[in-house]
């Protein structure tokens, strides 16, 4: 079992930056994949980033360049670093970890989530 709490959310104009934390309850060294989801209003919730337990990344289109994932794994969390911020980015942003217990078994954790609002 991994509890995951998220923080660092909040209310930011157009073009800032906000730096997201999830803080796990676990070494994440023996998490295999963590990432970040986000999901607005009407839309789907969406992989922002992820990374490994051998720190391979990955982002969605729309926030490479921008989004930079990563982790501490001395503080068991990972951080997801937001510059130029667009009022699209709007969403809550929510905490994942994956852990492969199986070759064909996972188990997937997931925090409360952290708030973002981007003003224009």
């Known amino acids: 079992q991994v509890q995951l709490v998220e923080s660092g959310g909040g209310l930011v104009q157009a073009g800032g930056s906000l730096r997201l934390s999830c803080a796990a309850s676990?070494?994440?060294?023996?998490?295999?994949?963590m990432g970040w989801y986000r999901q607005a209003p009407g839309k789907q919730r969406e992989l922002v980033a992820s990374?490994?337990?051998?720190?391979?990344?990955n982002y969605v289109d729309s926030v490479k360049g921008r989004f930079t994932i990563s982790r501490d794994n001395a503080k068991n969390t990972v951080y997801l670093q937001m510059n130029s911020l667009k009022p699209e980015d709007t969403a809550g942003y929510y905490c994942n970890a994956r852990i492969y217990t199986y070759v064909t078994k996972l188990n997937d954790y997931w925090g409360q989530g952290t708030q973002v609002t981007v003003s224009s």
């Open positions: 676990r070494n994440i060294f023996s998490i295999n994949v």
């Open positions: 990374i490994t337990s051998g720190g391979s990344t």
